[in-house]
């Protein structure tokens, strides 16, 4: 890409932005192997082979469109899918007997399918690149990145409710990622920074998207409970 777009960064961006929006397309695809397949593929250039750029203010336009209409929807696209697969296995599971070494390769590969949730792989994925990346956005994004940290949180909310309290395992891991985050925050005075950017209690704010006005995940409550102010 650095080639193609002949070290013009701001062509850079849009560039690595169609990209990964179209390795995110396949995240969505009604096939388990493609959708496995395309997680692993963002994982790769977001994190393993990051892009290097000597202009990072040139780059948060891209980031944040990374964030709004990559990441975040791809995480509500794929959960709902990955809810439909997981309870499609579970209803299908019967005793099999193995009888000869290629059906248990076929009963090992149907287990891997039935274990391996892309939800999960999903969700560290975007905890991981949103700590990579937020201390850019804070720097640069001094007005708006408010607003992507209350997307962020809204998607968080929608995303446990989605789980639902089939799955307390993943929603546990999805509040302490969120609970890391929050600690990150708090370390840096980022909600104080944010505060006094906005003149908005930022703090109370985030609380109150989490939460919602009608039903609220255990989970989000007990997390609050372990934070005082």
């Given amino acids: 890409l650095i080639f193609i777009s002949n070290n013009n960064e701001i062509v850079l961006g849009q560039m690595w932005h169609k990209t990964l929006s179209n390795i995110s397309s396949f995240g969505t695809n009604n096939d388990y192997i493609t959708r ?45 899918l990955e809810n439909e697969r997981l309870s499609r296995a579970q209803s299908q599971r019967r005793p099999v007997v193995n009888t000869n070494t290629s059906n248990d390769e076929t009963i090992s590969n149907n287990k891997e399918e039935a274990t391996d949730d892309l939800r999960l792989k999903l969700l560290t994925l975007i905890f991981q690149v949103w700590l990579h990346d937020m201390n850019i956005l804070i720097e640069y994004d001094t007005n708006n990145f408010h607003i992507l940290w209350y997307k962020f949180l809204s998607t968080i909310r929608k995303f446990i409710f989605m789980v639902g309290n089939g799955n307390n395992n993943l929603v546990t891991h999805c509040c302490e990622s969120l609970k890391n985050v929050i600690l990150v925050f708090q370390a840096s005075n980022i909600f104080d920074t944010l505060a006094n950017r906005t003149n908005t209690n930022v703090w109370e704010e985030s609380w109150n998207i989490l ?17 005082v102010r």
């Fill in 36 to 80: 496995r397949f395309a997680i692993n593929c963002l994982h790769k250039a977001l994190l393993q082979y990051p892009i290097k750029i000597q202009n990072k203010k040139s780059f948060i336009e891209p980031l944040k469109l990374l964030f709004q209409t990559v990441l975040f929807p791809l995480l509500l696209q794929l959960t709902k």
């Fill in 211 to 227: 939460i919602g006005q009608d039903t609220c995940a255990p989970q989000i409550l007990q997390l609050k409970q372990e934070f």
